[in-house]
């Protein structure tokens, strides 16, 4: 089931799974979305599963992001996703 | 940029213009630049007091190069002659290349090389629509989309095989992330 939630992203990142990508039918998608924004777009992810990106708020501005633990982080603020 | 927040170019080889698109974790950095002497875009990867050019022998324009703590394979996604996007791999170890598009695919981008030497690729169908795929360090190609939409475009591949990227969801007319596991 997909959800768009950030704690549902850290579940699902928390539960490493030790194997490889080999089949596309059983890979498990999970939408992330910044809440309240226009657009979230994920570009990297490194090894202890903090990605960055950026997501266009209800303003259209455009944001980097860091997505770890439960928070998104950005130039301005830190705000907890719920 | 520094741990005390300041930022340094990244100018390899005399250039005037760069794009650095990823740095593994020993600070070897890679990416393109633009040859001063060519006027092409060329890619480059190395420690920065060390960047070696490469280049693509059938190629008219660099568009990203990556690589990962191994630093020995250096994943390319270029411009061919006809316009179209193709990858290739260098090895830094014997310099040659070896071309790794996604198999039908119009258009192949490499986007990533985790440290399994599994790339994850963006791909464009003869429809202009956007796919994802990755191919194993032994060469089998997996395809995947995201269910839920249309043009998966994957980003990244860490070393558990999470990969993430952005999708346009059924309905929607704007991107939203994805993460993604087998």
């Known amino acids: 089931m997909k959800v768009k939630s950030m704690p549902a992203m850290l579940i699902f990142a928390a539960a490493l799974f030790a194997a490889g990508i080999g089949n596309a039918q059983s890979l498990n998608f999970k939408t992330i979305t910044v809440p309240n924004s226009q657009e979230t777009v994920l570009a990297g992810l490194n090894?202890?599963?903090?990605?960055?990106?950026?997501?266009?708020?209800?303003?259209?501005?455009?944001?980097?992001?860091?997505?770890?633990?439960q928070t998104v982080t950005n130039g301005r603020h830190r705000r907890v996703l719920r | 940029m520094e741990k005390n927040g300041t930022f340094k170019d990244v100018l390899p080889l005399g250039s005037s213009s760069s794009s650095v698109d990823i740095i593994n974790d020993n600070g070897v950095m890679a990416g393109t630049y633009l040859d001063p002497i060519t006027g092409l875009n060329l890619a480059f990867y190395g420690p920065p007091t060390n960047f070696t050019s490469v280049n693509v022998p059938t190629s008219t324009a660099t568009l990203?190069?990556?690589?990962?703590?191994?630093?020995?394979?250096?994943?390319?996604?270029?411009?061919?002659?006809?316009?179209?996007?193709?990858?290739?791999?260098?090895?830094?170890?014997?310099?040659?290349?070896?071309?790794?598009?996604?198999?039908?695919?119009a258009s192949s981008f490499a986007d990533y090389i985790n440290n399994h030497n599994q790339i994850v690729y963006?791909?464009?169908?003869?429809?202009?629509?956007?796919?994802?795929?990755?191919?194993?360090?032994?060469?089998?190609?997996?395809?995947?989309?995201?269910?839920?939409?249309?043009?998966?475009?994957?980003?990244?591949?860490?070393?558990?095989?999470?990969?993430?990227?952005a999708f346009t969801p059924t309905g929607a007319s704007a991107p939203q992330g994805f993460a993604a596991k087998q």
């Open chain 2, 64 to 105: 990203a190069a990556v690589t990962n703590n191994a630093a020995k394979a250096i994943v390319i996604t270029w411009t061919d002659p006809s316009g179209n996007e193709e990858s290739s791999v260098y090895n830094a170890t014997n310099g040659n290349f070896t071309t790794v598009n996604v198999p039908s695919a």
């Open chain 2, 122 to 165: 963006a791909w464009e169908d003869s429809s202009g629509n956007f796919h994802g795929a990755v191919r194993s360090a032994s060469g089998q190609f997996a395809t995947f989309d995201d269910p839920d939409g249309t043009n998966t475009e994957p980003s990244a591949i860490n070393d558990a095989g999470i990969i993430d990227g």
């Open chain 1, 47 to 69: 090894n202890s599963n903090v990605a960055v990106g950026l997501y266009l708020d209800s303003s259209g501005v455009q944001h980097g992001m860091v997505i770890q633990g």
